[in-house]
């Protein structure tokens, strides 16, 4: 299911609304709100290099925005231009149509410790503000909260190449032919209070600078992700 209106993102040739710099650059939710008060209004879309020009801000914090948006189910696919990402619409439909659960969480599981690491190495202030704010989820949408606050530590890690490679996976990862389950399955709220346990925990750790804690967390995450995973494919059998 699709959340809400998918945002159309049109060739470059169209008319373009005037873009105003986002108040924050850091902060990857209030670009995510500038990129759909421009859709909003009814105007295309530049190429990324435009658009990161136009709010002024770093070209890896608008692709973590643009991932928080297809996350979310707006935008379905990169914005229109001459492709620099990794995470090029093409390379992403080649792996969607070659892999599946299990080895996305298995990457996940090497990749993500890393970037945790890396952040409660090099995150500023705001930057670990933010991966707490997004550790507690309450009563938002389940599948988009999580890709926020993942999509936080790898923006937290700065670095923009595993940033991009993170984007990557956690498309093809969230892509509906990968995925297990969809958005109409109830989350429930035991399962809820434990994920979000386990990310404040991954958050407290980046917080306290401790580099082994958070990777730590963020494996024992991935770990519990991961079972759940394998219950769901072949139940009765445990993940090793």
């Known amino acids: 299911m699709q959340i809400g209106r998918r945002l159309k993102l049109r060739p470059p040739s169209m008319d373009h609304a005037r873009i105003e710099p986002v108040s ?72 969607i ?24 190495l090099r995150a500023s202030p705001f930057e670990i503000a933010r991966i707490e704010a997004a550790a507690t989820t309450g009563s938002a949408e389940y599948g988009a909260a999580d890709l926020a606050f993942h999509m936080a530590v790898a923006a937290g890690s700065r670095n923009s190449l595993g940033i991009e490679l993170y984007a990557l996976l956690r498309r093809v990862g969230t892509d509906a032919r990968v995925r297990i389950g969809s958005d109409d399955d109830k989350i429930c709220p035991k399962r809820l209070q434990q994920r979000d346990a386990e990310h404040r925990a991954i958050a407290a750790a980046i917080a306290a600078r401790d580099l082994d804690g958070a990777e730590h967390a963020m494996r024992t995450h991935l ?18």
């Open 97 to 120: 149509s070659c892999t599946n659960p299990i080895e996305v969480i298995e990457m996940r599981m090497v990749f993500e410790p890393g970037l945790a690491r890396l952040a409660a």
């Open 223 to 240: 770990l519990a992700v991961q079972r759940r995973i394998t219950e769901r494919l072949t139940p009765g059998v445990t993940a090793a």
């Open 24 to 95: 924050d650059p850091e902060r990857v939710d209030l670009i995510a709100a500038a990129i759909r008060e421009l859709v909003a209004s009814g105007a295309a879309l530049p190429p990324e290099r435009v658009l990161a020009e136009g709010l002024r801000v770093k070209r890896h914090r608008l692709r973590s925005a643009l991932e928080l948006l297809r996350g979310e189910g707006h935008i379905g696919q990169p914005v229109v231009g001459r492709p620099r990402s990794v995470a090029a619409p093409d390379a992403g439909e080649s792996l």
